[in-house]
C-alpha cells in the first residue's frame, strides 16, 4: 500500500491546483449534504432495544406526567388570603405562555368548572356507576328512605345556603350524582390536600401547588431553557410583588433538563477554551508554525464529514447524543495526522515518509474501525449509529491524512528539525529500562487483579443529572409534603386502538380499585372511573335499564310526588329528575367530554400511529411491590414501570451487551492484526498490552472507587480503539527500529496524541456535571494506560519473543 500512497503523492504533485480544487469540491459536496441530517435528543435511544424491552420504550415514551414542572408555592410569614393572591397572580401571568410554551395548569378549580362537572356526571349518569352504588341505591328507593331524604332535602331549601343548591335538588332528589361523583375521586385531591379559594391547598394552609404542562418533550432543551428562563422572570416580579412573605419554588423534568443543558454549555465551553488554547499552543511550539493546527484538523474535519454524509443517506434522522460522544474521535483521528507530522518533522519525506507510516496507520484505522462497527452487534439505534460514525470517521481520516499533509507540510531546513523539544527527550528514554517505572507498573498491575472486581456499574441516571441547589431545595420539600414515603410507580396497558386498551384498562381500573379496598396499595390515580370502553360503558347502561325496572320506575316516582306535595312542593318540580330515568343513553366519546375533563384525559391517555397507551399512577412501598406486580403480570398488555427499576433493568441490559462487546472488539482486532502480520508472536506483543491496559484501567478505578456508567463505558470503546492505535505504531516501530530509528519518532507522536486526548477530553474533569467529570476521568486514566504499557511492556515483550538474541531494542 506504501507504493500506492507514494504514486498517489506525486501524482498529486504534478497537478496540485487541480487537487485542491476537487478536494474543495468534494468537501462543500459533503457539507452540504452533512447538513441535511436532522437530530433527534432522546437518551433512551442509548438503551439496547430487544423483544423484551421494545414495549417498554414505546410506552415509555408515551408517559406524560414526567414532563410536568410543579410549583410549589409557600408561606414565609404572609397569611392564607396572601398565598390564594400570590397563586392567582402566577396563574394569570403564565397565561400568556400557554399554547406557545404551556399545554395546560391544573391545580386550579374554577366554580363554573364545579358545576360543568355536576351537570356532565349528572346528564351520563349510567357510565359512572359502580356495583356498589347499585347496592346504595336500593337502599334509596324504599319508601321510607325515599321520605326521609325529601324532609333533608326540604330543610336545605329553606337554609340560607339552600339557594345554591335548589337546582341540583330539583334535578336530583335521590342525590345519585353525589354516588356518581365519589367515583372520580381517582382523579382528584389527593390526602393531605383540600380544595380551596379554587386552588389545591395542603390542609395545614401554608401550601399551594400548581402543576404545569408544557407544550413540548423535556428532551428539547432549546426551549426548555427558554421557558424556565421565563418562569424565573415571573418569580422575580412577584417576590418583589409580594415582598418575600410568599415565594414559590419550580420543580420538573423541563427545570432539570434546562439545569444539564446550561451546565453541560457552560463547562464544554470553559474546558473547551482552555483545551485549544493549550493545545494551539503546543502545536505552534512543536512544529514552528501557526498553520500547524488547522493543518492537523483537517483530516479530521473530513473525517467527519465523510461519515455524516454516510449516514445522512442511510439513516436521516441522527442521534444528537451519539454524535456528541462520537467528538471524543478527535483524539484517535488526531493520531494519525500526528504521526505523519512528526516522521516530516525528523526528516522522513517522499517513499521513506510513506514506507515508514502507510502500513502502521492503515492497519490502525482498519483495526480500530472494525473494532468500532461490533457496535453494530448492540441493538441500539444511537449506538449503531455511533459504530457507523466512528468507523467512517478514522477510515476518512486516515486516508485524508496520507494524501494531504504529505502535500501542505514541509519541514523546516535541517537544522531546525535537529533541535530537540521536551517530547523528543521523553520520547528517546528509553522508559522500559527503568527498572522503578517497571517495578511500579508490576505493583499496578498486581493490585488491579484484586481491584477489578470491584469497579459497579451505577445504574442509577439520576445521579447523572446536575441538579443546583435551588432544585435539590425543592425536591426535598415536595417529597415532604408529598410524604414520599410511598413511591409512585406506573401501571400502563397498550394496544393498537383506542377501544381495545380502554378494554384492558378497565381491568387494570377494577384491579386497582380492589387492592385500593384490601391496603394492598397505597392509593392510584386512574382516568378508568371517567371513561370505560364502550363494551364496558353498554353494560353499565343496561345496568341502568335492568334497575329501574318499570315497576320499581313506577312506585319512585309515585313516592317522591306523595312525599314532597305533603311538604309543600309543586307536582311538576322534579320533572326534570324523572325525565332523567327514563332517558336513553348512549356512550361516550372522547370528544364529548368537557374541557375539564378533556385536560385530565390528556394525562393518562396517549395516542400514536397504531399505539394507544393508558396509564394510572400508583402509590406503593416496597412490601406492596411484589404483589402488585404478580397481579398486574397477570393482565394482557399492561406493565408496571417504577422508573429506578426500569432503568436499573435497561442499564442492565447495555451493560451486559457492552461486556459482549469489549469480546467482539478484542476478537475482531486478533483476527485483523493475524491478517496484517501473519506471526503469531507479533500478534502476541501486539494484544498482550491492549489486555494489559484494560485491566490497568480497570484496576485503577477500582483503587479509587470510581463506577461505570451508561456514558464512560461508552468512552471506555474508544480508549480501547487508542489502545489498539499505541500497540500497533509501538509494533512496527519496534520493526523498523533497527534500520530507522523509528521508535523515537512513534513515541513523540504518541506523546502529541496523549496530550491532545488528554486536553480534548481530560479537561473536562473541572465540568461539575456529572457525567461529564466521570467520563474525563476514565478517560484520563485509560490514556495514561495505554501509553504507559506501550511505551514498557510492549517494547519489553518484544525483546522477549521477537528479537530477544539478534538485537536489542535501541534508545
Known amino acids: 500500500m506504501d507504493r500506492f500512497f507514494f504514486k498517489l503523492y506525486t501524482s498529486i504533485q504534478k497537478q496540485k491546483a487541480v487537487f485542491f480544487i476537487v478536494l474543495a469540491l468534494v468537501c462543500i459536496g459533503l457539507a452540504s449534504l452533512a447538513f441535511q441530517v436532522t437530530f433527534e435528543e432522546d437518551i433512551s435511544k442509548l ?76 346528564n351520563n349518569l349510567p357510565l359512572f356507576l359502580t356495583e356498589l352504588d347499585y347496592e346504595r341505591l336500593e337502599k334509596k328507593v324504599s319508601k321510607d328512605s325515599i321520605a326521609k331524604i325529601m324532609k333533608e332535602n326540604y330543610k336545605t331549601l329553606v337554609s340560607p345556603s339552600g339557594i345554591l343548591a335548589k337546582k341540583q335538588l330539583l334535578k336530583d332528589p335521590l342525590h345519585i350524582t353525589d354516588l356518581a361523583l365519589q367515583n372520580l375521586k381517582n382523579l382528584g385531591i389527593e390526602d393531605g390536600f383540600k380544595l380551596k379559594d379554587g386552588f389545591v391547598m395542603t390542609k395545614d394552609e401554608q401550601h399551594i401547588l400548581l402543576f404545569i404542562t408544557p407544550n413540548f418533550p423535556s428532551s428539547d432543551s432549546e426551549k426548555n431553557t427558554v421557558f424556565t428562563e421565563k418562569l424565573y422572570e415571573i418569580q422575580e416580579q412577584l417576590r418583589v410583588k409580594f415582598d418575600s412573605k410568599i415565594t414559590s419554588d419550580f420543580y420538573g423534568a423541563s427545570f432539570i433538563a434546562a439545569a444539564n443543558a446550561k451546565q453541560i454549555k457552560k463547562d464544554i465551553q470553559l474546558t473547551i477554551g482552555i483545551a485549544l488554547t493549550i493545545l494551539l499552543l503546543i502545536f505552534i511550539a512543536f512544529y514552528r508554525s501557526i498553520w500547524i493546527p488547522l493543518i492537523i484538523l483537517f483530516p479530521t474535519i473530513f473525517g467527519a464529514l465523510v461519515s455524516v454524509a454516510f449516514l445522512v443517506l442511510i439513516r436521516p434522522q441522527l442521534s444528537a447524543i451519539s454524535l456528541g460522544i462520537g467528538s471524543i474521535l478527535l483524539g484517535i483521528t488526531l493520531d494519525y495526522s500526528l504521526h505523519i507530522l512528526t516522521h516530516i518533522k525528523n526528516g522522513e519525506t517522499g517513499k521513506q515518509l510513506y514506507k515508514s507510516i502507510t502500513k502502521p496507520i492503515l492497519m490502525s484505522s482498519f483495526t480500530t474501525a472494525l473494532a ?93 443529572n446536575y441538579k443546583p441547589d435551588q432544585l435539590v431545595k425543592a425536591e426535598k420539600e415536595l417529597e415532604t409534603i408529598t410524604n414520599s414515603v410511598s413511591k409512585s410507580v406506573y401501571v400502563a396497558t397498550y394496544n393498537s386502538t383506542l377501544e381495545k386498551t380502554l378494554q384492558q384498562n378497565d381491568s387494570v381500573y377494577a384491579l386497582l380499585k380492589g387492592l385500593e379496598k384490601q391496603s394492598e396499595i397505597e392509593a392510584f390515580n386512574s382516568v378508568g372511573g371517567l371513561v370505560s370502553s364502550e363494551e364496558k360503558q353498554n353494560e353499565k347502561i343496561q345496568k341502568w335499564n335492568r334497575f329501574w325496572k318499570p315497576e320499581r320506575l313506577e312506585n319512585v316516582t309515585y313516592s317522591i310526588k306523595n312525599t314532597s306535595e305533603n311538604l309543600g312542593f309543586k307536582p311538576n318540580a322534579f320533572s326534570s329528575f324523572y325525565e332523567l330515568l327514563t332517558s336513553s343513553f348512549k356512550p361516550l366519546q372522547l370528544s364529548e367530554y368537557p374541557e375539564f375533563g ?118 471506555s470503546a474508544f480508549i480501547f480503539g487508542l489502545g489498539v492505535d499505541y500497540s500497533i505504531f509501538i509494533t512496527n516501530a519496534l520493526l523498523n527500529n533497527e534500520k530507522t530509528n523509528s521508535l523515537a519518532t512513534h513515541k513523540t507522536a504518541i506523546l502529541l496524541s496523549v496530550i491532545t486526548t488528554i486536553l480534548g477530553i481530560g479537561v473536562l474533569v473541572f465540568a461539575k456535571h456529572p457525567a461529564l467529570h466521570s467520563v474525563a476521568l476514565v478517560s484520563v486514566i485509560g490514556i495514561f494506560s495505554a501509553m504507559l504499557i506501550a511505551f514498557t511492556v510492549q517494547p519489553l515483550l518484544f525483546n522477549l519473543l521477537i528479537f530477544r538474541k539478534k538485537i536489542v531494542v535501541s534508545d
Open 47 to 122: 438503551i439496547p432495544s430487544n423483544s423484551e424491552n421494545e414495549e417498554f420504550q414505546k410506552v415509555l415514551k408515551n408517559i406524560r406526567f414526567t414532563d410536568k414542572v410543579i410549583v410549589n408555592i409557600k408561606k414565609e410569614n404572609g397569611t392564607t388570603e396572601d398565598l390564594v393572591d400570590y397563586a392567582s397572580t402566577l396563574n394569570d401571568s403564565l397565561i400568556p405562555l400557554k399554547n406557545q410554551y404551556i399545554k395546560n395548569i391544573q391545580g386550579t378549580t374554577e366554580e363554573e368548572t364545579f358545576f360543568e362537572t355536576m351537570d356532565f356526571v349528572y
Open 372 to 464: 468500532f462497527l461490533c457496535l453494530l452487534f448492540i441493538k441500539s439505534q444511537a449506538l449503531q449509529a455511533l459504530g457507523i460514525f466512528a468507523a467512517v470517521s478514522v477510515l476518512g481520516a486516515s486516508v485524508m491524512a496520507l494524501v494531504f499533509i504529505p502535500q501542505v507540510y514541509k519541514r523546516k531546513s535541517v537544522a531546525n528539525t535537529k533541535k530537540k523539544t521536551i517530547f523528543n527527550r521523553v520520547a528517546t528514554y528509553p522508559i522500559h529500562k527503568n527498572k522503578v517505572v517497571v517495578g511500579c507498573l508490576i505493583v499496578l498491575l498486581v493490585v488491579s487483579c484484586f481491584s477489578y472486581n470491584s469497579v459497579a456499574f451505577n445504574k442509577d441516571l439520576e445521579q447523572l
Open 598 to 715: 378533556s385536560n385530565m384525559i390528556a394525562d393518562y391517555i396517549s395516542e400514536g400511529d397504531d399505539f394507544v397507551t393508558i396509564t394510572s399512577v400508583v402509590k406503593t412501598n416496597e412490601s406492596q411491590m411484589e404483589n402488585l406486580q404478580t397481579k398486574v403480570e397477570q393482565l394482557q398488555n399492561t406493565l408496571i414501570i417504577d422508573r429506578k427499576q426500569l432503568n436499573e433493568t435497561l442499564l442492565n441490559t447495555l451493560q451486559n451487551d457492552f461486556n459482549s462487546l469489549l469480546r467482539y472488539c478484542f476478537g475482531v482486532v486478533v483476527l485483523a492484526l493475524l491478517l496484517f502480520y501473519r506471526n503469531w508472536k507479533l500478534v502476541v506483543v501486539t494484544t498482550v498490552p491492549i489486555c494489559l491496559t484494560w485491566l490497568l484501567t480497570i484496576g485503577v478505578m477500582g483503587v479509587f472507587q470510581l463506577q461505570f456508567n451508561v456514558f464512560n463505558s461508552i468512552i
